[in-house]
């Protein structure tokens, strides 16, 4: 009789399973128990029990989504698009929790290319930087994504003659602004401090003015897939704010990538064995 009730739980289970999996939206609890016709009491044990380990998730709104299992393993192909899905919520909870614009970004041709953004709460401030590929030198999702490896410096271009008819100069970065670092050594030395301290700041270097944070995300295999930022203008991005904010931003960074099935001693492990 044991066995028999331990094949139909899992029977009833795959049911609810197969009912998130294949919903094009989020399904309700009240929707999954009338679909599937089981008692309210059965499919919230059941949901619970799918949840606790990592089959289902639910929304902001207890809405239940396929959970981190299948999100970490559709991810392993590195699908970007599925990507955008995956971090909304996280990119959500951020702009509520800042006010500020948030960035999702990506290594694209020797570039950040963002490819989701939560607007600022604020009317200064709302720039759509959406599609808009920018340096990665003098950006905070592009020092991030150099610093971890997710793109490389050789692809910068160089940086306009200081004087007009002299050539460009070996190892020079684009100018932006007053702020700009424009030397590779000079980013190196700023790279390692991304590194240690585990985001990147940008004090108008790309625009004067604008002020940003960006942290991390890893994929399953411990390696940094693309980067979360915070920006604003100057006045509301204050100097000695800044930490509390990459705090939040790296926080957020942290949950995505655990999504995405990133487990830090494994990747660890893997890289040591690789």
């Not at 799918?50 to 991810?75: I, K, Q, T, Y």
Request: net charge neutral; hydrophobic share 40%; charged share 20%.
């Amino acid at each position: 009789m044991s066995n028999q009730n331990g094949t139909q739980a899992v029977d009833r289970a795959a049911r609810l399973l197969a009912k998130v999996v294949h919903s094009a939206d989020p399904m309700t609890f009240t929707e999954l128990s009338a679909t599937t016709g089981l008692a309210k009491s059965t499919t919230s044990r059941l949901l619970l029990a799918l949840e606790r380990n990592g089959l289902v998730r639910r929304d902001d709104h207890g809405r239940f989504l396929p959970g981190e299992m299948f999100v970490s393993f559709a991810w392993r192909g590195g699908a970007q698009a599925g990507l955008v899905a995956v971090a909304q919520p996280f990119l959500d909870r951020l702009g509520k929790a800042t006010g500020e614009t948030i960035n999702l970004g990506v290594s694209s041709n020797g570039m950040v290319e963002q490819i989701a953004q939560v607007d600022s709460t604020y009317l200064i401030g709302g720039t759509n930087w959406i599609g808009m590929s920018v340096p990665l030198h003098c950006s905070a999702l592009g020092k991030v994504l150099l610093a971890y490896g997710a793109a490389q410096l050789s692809t910068e271009r160089p940086d306009q003659p200081d004087q007009p008819g002299q050539p460009d100069q070996p190892g020079k970065l684009e100018r932006r602004t007053a702020k700009t670092i424009t030397t590779e050594a000079a980013l190196r030395v700023e790279l390692a401090s991304v590194r240690a301290r585990g985001y990147a700041v940008t004090d108008e270097e790309l625009e004067p003015g604008l002020v940003a944070v960006a942290a991390p995300i890893y994929g399953y295999d411990g390696s940094v897939v693309a980067a979360l930022a915070v920006s604003g203008p100057a006045s509301r991005m204050a100097r000695d704010g800044l930490a509390a904010v990459a705090s939040q931003c790296a926080e957020e960074a942290a949950g995505l990538s655990a999504v995405l099935g990133y487990r830090q001693r494994a990747a660890r492990q893997n890289r040591k064995a690789g």
